[in-house]
Antibody, heavy 121, light 113 residues
Framework: QVQLVQSGAEVKKPGASVKVSCKAS????????INWVRQTTGQGLEWMGW????????GYAQKFQGRVTMTSDISIRTAYMELSSLTPEDTALYYC??????????????WGQGTLVTVSS | DIVMTQSPDSLAVSLGERATIHCKSS????????????LAWYQQKPGHPPNLLIY???TRESGVPDRFSGSGSGTDFTLTISGLQAEDVAVYYC?????????FGGGTKVEIK
């Protein structure tokens, strides 16, 4: 079945970077864009951006511009999201999700299981 | 940015009764060229990622029970659970994909009365 499996939880210090991976299976990896969404208690669900594994094209939410980089390695069917200059406010559960319905940014199905990133000194 | 506002924040419904969740967008998410509303609904159970229920405001995802239905157009939308089951206890979110940044509602927690 279509599945996205993410890397494990991370603990980072303020100012550091984190790179989360998302391995796809059960479908043609290059045919669908991967989006990243984070979830916090305070902000709820927050869309970060999208990445096309075939072209490498990306689109980022303005809030994260300059701090986020989304990439992929087609050979291992894996997408990555790197977030730099971390602050405690970046503590969140980070999800990758496949965009459906064509295009970069429609509805999401499925979602990865989530990766908890904790930023603390 | 399009702001999505859900109401209520939480509701308690008896088993077998109807649950109604509202979602309002700060601008119309009806695209005139295709006459489609760019809205999705998700269900999230504790410890799990969101799960797609409905897209195009009213199209049920394959495998989703038909007690879940979506309606509305323009700026006002509704998710209805007709005949609440115990397994429907969850938080429900709406999401617009009319324009980036994509945005979500704050969520509605559904519990059993």
């Amino acid at each position: 079945q279509v599945q996205l499996v993410q890397s494990g939880a991370e603990v980072k210090k303020p100012g550091a970077s984190v790179k989360v991976s998302c391995k796809a299976s059960g479908y043609t990896f290059t045919s669908y864009d991967i989006n990243w969404v984070r979830q916090t208690t305070g902000q709820g669900l927050e869309w970060m951006g999208w990445m096309n594994p075939n072209s490498g094209n990306t689109g980022y939410a303005q809030k994260f511009q300059g701090r986020v980089t989304m990439t992929s390695d087609i050979s291992i069917r894996t997408a990555y999201m790197e977030l730099s200059s971390l602050t405690p406010e970046d503590t969140a559960l980070y999800y990758c999700a496949r965009a459906s319905g064509g295009g970069c940014c429609n509805w999401f199905d499925p979602w990865g299981q989530g990766t908890l990133v904790t930023v603390s000194s | 940015d399009i702001v999505m506002t859900q109401s209520p924040d939480s509701l308690a419904v008896s088993l077998g009764e109807r649950a109604t969740i509202h979602c309002k967008s700060s601008q119309s998410i009806l695209y005139s060229s295709d006459n489609k509303n760019y809205l999705a609904w998700y269900q999230q159970k504790p410890g799990h990622p969101p799960n797609l229920l409905i897209y195009w405001a009213s199209t049920r995802e394959s495998g989703v029970p038909d007690r879940f239905s979506g309606s509305g157009s323009g700026t006002d939308f509704t998710l209805t659970i007709s005949g609440l089951q115990a397994e429907d206890v969850a938080v429900y979110y709406c999401q617009q994909y009319y324009s980036t940044p994509l945005t979500f509602g704050g969520g509605t927690k559904v519990e059993i009365k």
